[in-house]
């Protein structure tokens, strides 16, 4: 039968080695485009991927497909890269996703950002009811015009929104809002579009200036006052709210927790096998004084008087 010890050291054994075979698994990454989701004809963008610290490549998804392919310039320091697009055009605007990959393992692919061309239509007007000067608690409305027959209006609030709207119309579409609080008030510009990628030019802005009560940020969208470098990725599903990325859990940590778990078994298994030691060692320590004293009385009685 196996001692104590044994048993105790084969057990650690099979501890960590289950937890090193747990099967890892990689965060999804972040997908972020410059200088905003909103890219006029003609001009460039960058969309950037954000991974864990390990990843050895990213990989871009365009409606599903793979788009292009980037290898961190200092793999293990840099853990973001980023795809550039020349020039902004109905052909390359449409839904993006990325992954990236570490040793073996890829990860699930970011969450989707819908990469928007601005400048192909004519210009809507925009324009706000009862008047773009209330009070807090009204009902307003804003009409978005567009002579040139469509089928798509958005509303977005200039700086940071954190909603957008959509409406479906021929001419025109109306964008109920209220009752208004202070933190309603902004400036607001308008959009027309055949599709949800392909927008025509920005309406000329309309401010709404709300008077009385208190700004209540749980109504309205709120203005953007971090640093330039906010992710700004969107998703431009009815009433798509922006999607801020989590923090990046880096499987590195899981790899050092699983070290530290069987280092911790270890050490206890050392400890263990040293009691273990030091228990056998005393009956051997006390054998031993025993067969002295025995040797030496044995000589003591053979001595000559």
Not at 103 to 131: A, H, I, K
Not at 266 to 275: E, Q, R
Not at 288 to 297: D, N, P, V, W
């Amino acid at each position: 039968m196996p001692s104590a010890p044994a048993a105790l050291l084969f057990l650690g054994l099979c501890l960590s080695q289950g937890v090193s075979a747990q099967p890892q698994t990689l965060s999804k990454p972040v997908i972020w485009a410059k200088p905003s989701f909103m890219i006029p004809s003609g001009h460039p963008a960058v969309i950037w991927c954000e991974g864990a610290h390990k990843a050895a490549e990213y990989q871009l998804l365009f409606e599903g497909g793979l788009y292009a392919s980037e290898r961190p310039k200092s793999p293990g320091r840099v853990n973001r890269v980023k795809f550039s697009i020349q020039a902004m055009t109905s052909n390359t605007a449409g839904q993006y996703q990325c992954f990236y990959r570490s040793g073996e393992l890829w990860s699930q692919p970011s969450d989707p950002l819908d990469l928007v061309v601005t400048g192909l239509y004519d210009t809507p007007t925009l324009s706000v009811q009862p008047r773009p000067e209330v009070t807090s608690g009204e009902n307003v409305t804003f009409y978005c015009h567009l002579d040139t027959a469509t089928s798509m209006f958005f509303l977005l609030r200039e700086g940071r929104s954190s909603r957008l709207q959509r409406r479906h119309g021929a001419v025109q579409a109306e964008f109920p809002m209220g009752p208004v609080t202070r933190a309603h008030g902004g400036t607001y510009r308008c959009f027309g579009s055949y599709n949800q990628h392909a927008w025509s030019f920005p309406s000329e802005p309309v401010k709404l200036l709300v008077r009385g009560g208190v700004g209540d940020p749980t109504f309205a969208p709120t203005e953007d006052t971090s640093s330039p470098d906010r992710r700004d990725a969107y998703a431009l599903t009815p009433g798509a709210e922006i999607q801020e990325g989590p923090a990046l859990w880096d499987h590195t940590g899981q790899n050092l927790l699983r070290i530290g778990i069987a280092f911790l078994v270890l050490v206890a298994l050392v400890v263990l096998l040293i009691d273990d030691w030091l228990h056998r060692k005393r009956p051997r320590d006390r054998t031993g004084r025993a067969s002295g004293r025995e040797r030496r009385r044995r000589l003591d009685a053979t001595a000559p008087g």
